[in-house]
């Protein structure tokens, strides 16, 4: 009786795209320690899901705020704010896409995050205003990037569909300078579908999973074993979530 072989077949991304509003580029690599490796689906190279794994991330160089302290950038932040809402109102129209604000980031976050992560540098918080928009297909998700990166000029582009989260989480998160206001603004960019696992099943299990290195920390041990393999279980239950759906994108972009 014959061998049968299986064969895994990686597909290159040939095309790179990178936004004509980019910055001078400093490329910076991430830690791959943050990502899990898949392997992708074999698709043509004129389908959408070809287009939105060619777009690249990467990072401006100096990327900073227009204004150094806090408290000029919250005087500044609720027009900046209501920039980005009219803009991203305007484009996900375009593509029956829908838009969520939390509104601005909260002063006491914001502060910790500039001692913690920061260095003290007030300049370098690009989350006070922020959004998120939703789309139901690869198509619409490229069209909107394409849409606000020609509006606005690109700062950072962290595509989380090359590389997902260790969860299987997949995103496009884009740092972009308004032409009205020069502030630096964050928006993330979802497929419906896994939008909808983030702030449902997999919330949950990440609330676990905070519960149980919270414990571990509180109590200054690291994990027991069996708190390691629970971890393990759930974090593979969230990427069979998340990768199911990301399938259903695939499935519908695969050329008969």
């Known amino acids: 009786m014959g061998r049968i072989f299986h064969a895994w077949v990686i597909v290159p991304i040939l095309v790179i795209r990178v936004s004509a509003h980019a910055d001078g580029l400093d490329v910076q690599k991430f830690k791959f320690s943050q990502y899990v490796s898949y392997q992708q689906t074999i698709i043509n190279n004129n389908s959408p899901i070809f287009e939105l794994l060619s777009i690249p991330s990467f990072r401006a160089v100096n990327v900073s705020q227009p204004y150094q302290t806090l408290a000029k950038l919250y005087n500044i932040a609720p027009q900046a704010q ?27 976050r914001a502060e910790e995050k ?73 928006v993330q960019l979802h497929l419906k579908g896994i939008f909808e696992i983030k702030n449902g099943q997999e919330h949950n299990i990440y609330r676990e999973i905070q519960i149980i290195e919270r414990n571990a920390a509180l109590q200054d041990r690291i994990l027991s074993e069996h708190e390691f393999a629970r971890i393990e279980h759930l974090r593979q239950q969230s990427r069979a979530l998340y990768d199911n759906a990301w399938q259903h994108y695939q499935l519908m972009n695969i050329e008969v």
Do not use: C, W
């Open 82 to 108: 209501q920039e980005l809402e009219n803009l991203t109102h305007q484009i996900a129209h375009h593509v029956n896409g829908t838009v969520h604000s939390s509104g601005l980031k909260e002063k006491t």
């Open 114 to 186: 500039i001692v913690g992560e920061l260095a003290g540098d007030a300049s370098k918080l690009t989350d006070i205003a922020r959004i998120t928009v939703e789309v139901d297909s690869v198509e619409g998700l490229i069209r909107v990037y394409t849409e606000l990166t020609a509006a606005a000029r690109t700062q950072e582009v962290i595509n989380r569909f090359q590389l997902p989260k260790p969860s299987g989480y997949r995103d496009l998160k884009v740092l972009l300078m308004l032409p009205e206001s020069q502030f630096i603004v964050e």
